[in-house]
């Protein structure tokens, strides 16, 4: 086992434990990652076009929706190569219960949520919309995720 993969367990392992995200940043270097999920406008876009990422590292995911519009995203082969903590809307931090990266994470107009995430595949993933007409209408990034 590497280093870099011993460190991915030894993450993995404090993040099932339980240990809070809004505490994480004391014990993790974590990098954002922001998205936008349509725009004030009523666009039917997602920015940035294309996220890195590097296999092993921390990632916090910030999904905010400033869009008049209700948007799900997902990334199903994505969320089938990473691990991630809870999913919690913020800024009040209560967790999103049904949501998954793979199934979908319901972000309503306004909202923001987060969650934390260990890429664990190297690959090209793509993160939609789970309503389709808004995914062709352009609300679809890609993540690469490198070793
Ligand atoms: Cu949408």
């Known amino acids: 086992m590497n280093a870099r993969l011993k460190f991915a367990a030894a993450t993995l392992c404090a993040m099932l434990l339980g240990?809070?995200?809004?505490?994480?940043?004391?014990?993790?270097?974590?990098?954002?990652?922001y998205v936008e999920l349509g725009t004030a406008e009523g666009d039917f876009a997602a920015f940035p076009g294309n996220l890195k990422v590097e296999v092993g590292e921390?990632?916090?995911?910030?999904?905010?929706?400033?869009?008049?519009?209700?948007?799900?995203?997902?990334?199903?082969?994505?969320?089938?190569?990473?691990?991630?903590?809870?999913?919690?809307?913020?800024?009040q931090g209560v967790p999103h219960m049904t949501g998954t990266i793979a199934g979908g994470i319901e972000v309503r107009s306004g909202e923001t949520t987060e969650l934390y995430f260990v890429p664990f595949k190297q690959g090209r993933y793509k993160l939609f919309c789970e309503d389709r007409m808004h995914t062709v209408a352009g609300m679809e990034i890609t993540i690469d995720v490198a070793e």
């Not at 240990?19 to 990652?33: G, N, R």
């Not at 916090?60 to 089938?80: Q, W, Y």
Request: hydrophobic share 40%; charged share 15%.
């Open 19 to 33: 240990i809070p995200a809004a505490q994480s940043d004391d014990y993790f270097a974590s990098t954002d990652l």
């Open 58 to 91: 921390i990632y916090r995911l910030i999904l905010r929706n400033p869009s008049p519009f209700t948007h799900v995203a997902m990334a199903p082969e994505f969320g089938g190569t990473v691990v991630t903590t809870g999913i919690r809307r913020l800024p």
